[in-house]
């Protein structure tokens, strides 16, 4: 979480605000920047509690600046917590992604610190250590290697030069002819350059003017491999749309498309690893573990596949299973998830071989897999993830086709004809009229089974996430073991009801015999249903993997409107989740 970057060069003050806009998804409790003009001066600050977008879109004119959204982890949210932190003497200030873990050990024997962040523990140590070392760089690395965690780490001093050192979380490099970005992920500069080196583990850059260096652990100096990536631009507006989830949920028909236009190619290998060892362990975190779940459904459905999903952070209940050469397929929309990238190395570290799924070419965990394939649904700037769910499962649904030795394309064609024609105004507003009779409740209850079952726990959340009421999914089999207790009049209950569904249509009755409020998440409407939700209709049942989470995503928005939330950014959240 955090955004951070940097920027050097000729007048770089509006490119760094541009920069740091694009990272806001990442974090928006407060932003900060901090730069010198011309050949260098005194470091001036700027903080502020409000959103980026007031701040226009320039700085002043300047050479060199860092900037900072910030996702609080220690420290209230105030302006004294905010990014960057300066030395006493101003003689350097710095921005910082990450957690330090053992701050508080740091500060009872290394400093004396009243200071409340874990990022001005860094500030103190680097003061004291700069007193020391021989060089700037070999200050860092000495305080980098007292940290506990995972922490990147951007210095600006006010000659101007810069030094950025990862660790554990995300950052990149890229380059004009005449400037240098740093940033924590590709889409920062993306309209500028198209240049890109992932900085690696332990690695610490140094840039001055049109001088930059990489070095790495043991500070000695090492190439920098420049890789061309280019980012679509058109993706960063809302196309008309007041929010990026409305445009986004509207995309899907392109996004499962694209899909699966570019997983077909990339197969082939995976799919005979697959086949040798029979077995395979799904792991992410959020609505990515949701999306495991689905995809794991999928492999064990149509291939018979010894199939399972983890949460990232409970990876240990099922790795017993799971041995030396078996594989770890990791979900992650931003390919950065700690917790994620943490049971891979778990994973790793028992000698499982590892694949993934990123929406986010050269993150972490891409870099990490044997086998790492991309959603293709172009940068998600909402918080919620809809499109990238659903290009994970149709990557799922593929893969469970070819290991059966048929080609999905043709189903996933269809599916996109469908959306293109369910993904109107006319069935947005029909939902966000259902939505009006949902609004006040306490609790809204989402039911569902098999495949509707991870589709109702993503929906759950995304009610949750969108419009902050309590929402909570249960298999509809759980009703009568204690659930029944939660339901009296006027209650809101989604139901998930498939074609012919009469086990959901008995749960919809005993629900609605003690007062629930029923919304049938269905093909066709029933006589039970206090208000009926239209599924988007595919030949292939295995689809409604995919189809259920619409009608979720579209309640979600609505109720997030008439709640008076912005889903593009629900409070105390961040798309990129890069702590632990
Ligand atoms: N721990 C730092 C803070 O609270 C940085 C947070 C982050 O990177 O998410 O300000």
């Known amino acids: 979480m955090c955004g951070i970057i940097a920027c050097t060069g000729e007048d770089v ?66 302006l004294e917590n905010c990014h960057p932190h300066s030395a006493h003497d101003n003689s350097f200030s710095l921005v910082h992604n990450g957690i330090v873990e053992n701050y508080q050990d740091l500060r009872k024997t ?48 006010p000659d101007g ?30 309209p500028y350059t198209s240049l890109y080196c992932p900085i690696p583990e332990q690695h610490i850059v140094r840039i ?72 395979l362990l799904l792991t992410g975190a959020g609505g990515a573990y949701y ?45 950065e998830t700690a917790d994620t990238i943490s049971a891979v190395e778990r994973a790793e570290s028992r000698g499982m071989r590892v694949a993934s799924l990123v929406n986010m070419p050269m993150s972490t965990l891409a870099r990490m897999s044997e086998f790492s394939f991309a959603n293709h649904s172009g940068p998600e700037i909402c918080v919620l993830s809809t499109k990238s769910a659903t290009a994970q499962i149709t990557f799922g649904y593929l893969l469970a086709k070819r290991l059966k030795g048929q080609d999905g394309g043709a189903a996933i064609d269809q599916l996109s004809h469908v959306l293109s024609q369910y993904l109107t105004r006319t069935v947005s507003w029909k939902i966000r009229e259902v939505t009006k009779r949902l609004v006040s409740a306490h609790s809204i209850f989402v039911l569902g089974r098999g495949l509707f079952l991870p589709c109702a726990m993503i929906a759950a959340l995304n009610i949750k996430e969108a419009s902050y009421s309590h929402a909570e999914a249960f298999a509809a089999g759980e009703l009568k073991h204690g659930v029944l207790a939660l339901i009296e009049k006027g209650v809101p209950v989604m139901l998930y009801v498939d074609r012919d569904d009469s086990y959901m249509l008995n749960v919809a009755s ?55 939330v912005n889903p593009d950014r629900p409070r105390n959240l961040a798309k990129s989740v890069t702590v632990q």
């Open 13 to 78: 003050g509006s490119l760094a605000v541009e920069g740091l806009k694009r990272l806001e998804y990442r974090g928006y409790d407060s932003y900060g920047f901090a730069w010198v003009t011309g050949s260098g001066g005194a470091i001036q600050t700027r903080k502020s509690l409000e959103p980026l977008e007031d701040l226009g879109d320039r700085l002043p004119q300047c050479s060199a600046v860092v900037g900072h959204t910030r996702w609080a982890t220690h420290g209230t949210v105030s």
């Open 110 to 157: 290394d400093i004396t610190c009243a200071d409340v962040s874990d990022t001005q523990v860094i500030v103190r140590l680097l003061e004291t250590a700069l007193s020391k070392a021989a060089s700037r760089e070999g200050a860092l690395r000495d305080v980098l290697d007292r940290l506990g965690g995972r922490n990147t780490i951007l210095v600006l001093f």
């Open 161 to 190: 030069e810069m030094l950025a050192a990862r660790h554990g979380s995300p950052l990149l490099v890229s380059r004009t002819e005449s400037q240098y970005f740093l940033s924590s992920d590709l889409i920062s500069f993306a």
């Open 208 to 279: 001055k003017g049109k001088c930059i260096a990489l070095y790495d652990a043991t500070l000695s100096l090492c190439d920098i491999d420049w890789v061309q990536v280019e980012v679509s631009n058109s993706e960063f507006s809302k196309d008309g749309y007041p929010h990026f989830m409305m445009k986004e949920i509207m995309e899907q028909w392109q996004t499962v498309s694209r899909q699966a236009k570019s997983t077909g190619a990339d197969l082939g290998n995976f799919v005979l690893e697959l086949e040798r060892r029979g077995n």
């Open 291 to 335: 999306t495991c779940l689905q995809i794991a459904w999928l492999l064990r459905e149509v291939t018979g596949l010894k199939a399972l999903a983890v949460p990232a952070y409970e990876i240990e209940s099922l790795e017993a299973l799971y041995g030396q050469g078996d594989f770890v397929l990791a979900v992650s929309q931003s390919g």
């Open 510 to 564: 005993e629900v609605k015999s003690r007062g629930a409020h029923l919304v049938g998440i269905a093909y066709e409407d029933n006589e039970l249903f206090d208000d009926f939700v239209p599924m988007p209709i595919v030949s292939d049942p295995l689809l409604a993997a995919i189809c259920g989470l619409i009608p979720g995503q579209l309640i979600a928005y609505h109720l997030g409107i008439q709640a008076g």
